[in-house]
């Protein structure tokens, strides 16, 4: 089978171009390059440089003709989407929306959009939390997100016949996750008491999120080529204090003490997804405990 990925270059975008290869699909790479990095590209897959919002795509559909979708390309910044909401929908809408008219165009039989679970859902009472809940996102980054599912759930399927899965993502983390970018928490501590300086935590830190080990996610993805039709919750159901985080992984590299700075315009308090739904439609679970992927990681950036 042949599959496209966007933003295939990126933390979680490589892993899941990795495990489509070793599953025998053919693998087309869109990605511009701005956070993913040509060294986690597969060597095995075709790559295009080029951003989702270029009218080249056109072309690379026309000449690919893949038979399904992954989007992942998206500006994935919450305070940068505050700070510039236009540029934010410029990638996050529009571009998702130029991918979508191109999928439906040349055929594809799949459209799966990697889309965010805590942000989307916003300060709600319902934790976990189902997909039942009605999403009060907070920043533009989330409203980006939900609009785009909007746009497939209220459009594309029912009027384009475009057949869908999104996943709404928990707090990935694992090997290759960029520790320059504010939404990779457990990069950045890692990275920081490697080399001995002290981490920031914004707020009190008793702020929670629901922390998904990156190889759960890629499950669920593959899952999806196969399984499900709609919105999906991809978490583990157990919520970590950004406390809690941060002292396991300092027990596990360096007992440092952290500084506490104001939180940042946008940020949820408490996150933790209900999956049961991923469970019932898609068969999957996840297997890698908190812990297991703390160690995972840190071993990753040790080299």
């Not at 909401?85 to 459209?111: C, H, M, Y």
């Not at 709404?168 to 320059?180: H, I, M, S, T």
């Not at 920081?192 to 008793?206: A, D, S, V």
Request: proline share 5%.
């Amino acid at each position: 089978m042949k599959v496209l990925v966007t933003g295939g270059a990126g933390f979680i975008g490589s892993h899941l171009v990795d495990r489509l290869i070793a599953k025998n699909h053919k693998v087309v790479v869109l990605d511009n390059l701005s956070t993913g990095k040509k060294k986690f590209i597969n060597n095995q897959a075709k790559f295009y440089q080029t951003s989702v919002t270029n009218p080249k795509i056109k072309e690379i559909f026309s000449r690919e003709k893949p038979e399904m979708v992954f989007h992942l390309a998206a500006q994935k910044s919450v305070s940068f989407s505050v700070n510039y909401p236009l540029l934010d929908a410029t990638n996050n809408i529009w571009g998702s929306l130029k991918v979508i008219e191109q999928s439906i165009r040349v055929g594809v039989k799949k459209f799966i959009l990697i889309s965010t679970g805590g942000a989307i859902y916003g300060e709600t009472k319902i934790l976990p939390t189902p997909e039942t809940v009605l999403p009060k996102p907070s920043s533009p980054y989330a409203l980006s997100k939900l609009t785009v599912e909007n746009y497939l759930l209220n459009y594309y399927r029912p009027l384009r016949k475009l057949n869908f899965v999104s996943l709404r993502l928990a707090n990935v983390f694992g090997p290759r996750q960029d520790p320059e970018g504010e939404a990779g928490v457990v990069a950045i501590f890692v990275k920081y008491l490697l080399k001995g300086k002290q981490c920031f935590i914004t707020g009190n830190g008793k702020q929670t999120r629901d922390f998904v080990y990156v190889s759960d996610v890629v499950e669920a993805c593959l899952k999806s080529l196969r399984f499900g039709q709609g919105i999906y919750n991809i978490g583990t159901g157990k919520e970590t204090s950004i406390n809690v985080l941060y002292h396991l992984i300092a027990g596990l590299i360096s007992k440092q003490q952290p500084k506490y700075v104001p939180t940042r315009a946008g940020d949820v308090y408490r996150s933790v997804l209900k999956s049961a739904l991923a469970k019932k439609d898609l068969n999957w679970t996840p297997e890698v405990e908190l812990l297991e992927g703390l160690k995972k990681t840190i071993k990753y950036f040790k080299v």
